[in-house]
């Protein structure tokens, strides 16, 4: 039953659905082979609070769950003009070339 945040580092207490994520974690394919004896239930849900769950997820991590860190989606940067004259210049040459069609 889960009942507290799964980072260890948090004392935040599971209370609502709405707030937080819940992970139900199924292990690997080499653990499900195991014996049911010695895992008992493969299914185990966790939750991480609402602060939690905005930095890390839980995953499977080898024999036991494990918390990594979210991985921020980077904006690439606009590309570079090798044109030296800079961007604003550009805009006035298609503008002007626009008038002229």
């Given at each position: 039953?889960?009942?507290k945040?799964?980072?260890?580092?948090?004392?935040?207490?599971?209370?609502?659905?709405?707030?937080?994520?819940?992970?139900?974690?199924?292990?690997?394919?080499?653990?499900?082979?195991?014996?049911?004896?010695e895992?008992?239930?493969?299914?185990?849900?966790?939750?991480?609070?609402?602060?939690?769950?905005?930095?890390?997820?839980?995953?499977?991590?080898?024999?036991?769950?494990?918390?990594?860190?979210?991985?921020?989606?980077?904006?690439?940067?606009?590309?570079?003009?090798?044109?030296?004259?800079?961007?604003?210049?550009?805009?006035?040459?298609?503008?002007?070339?626009?008038?002229?069609?």
């Amino acid at each position: 039953m889960v009942s507290k945040c799964a980072n260890p580092e948090c004392s935040a207490k599971f209370l609502y659905l709405h707030q937080g994520k819940i992970y139900l974690l199924t292990p690997p394919r080499e653990l499900e082979n195991m014996s049911e004896h010695e895992w008992g239930l493969l299914e185990e849900r966790f939750w991480l609070c609402d602060q939690c769950c905005k930095t890390l997820k839980v995953v499977w991590g080898g024999k036991q769950p494990e918390l990594v860190p979210l991985v921020e989606v980077a904006t690439p940067p606009p590309p570079a003009s090798d044109d030296p004259r800079g961007e604003e210049d550009l805009e006035k040459r298609a503008v002007s070339a626009m008038a002229d069609v």
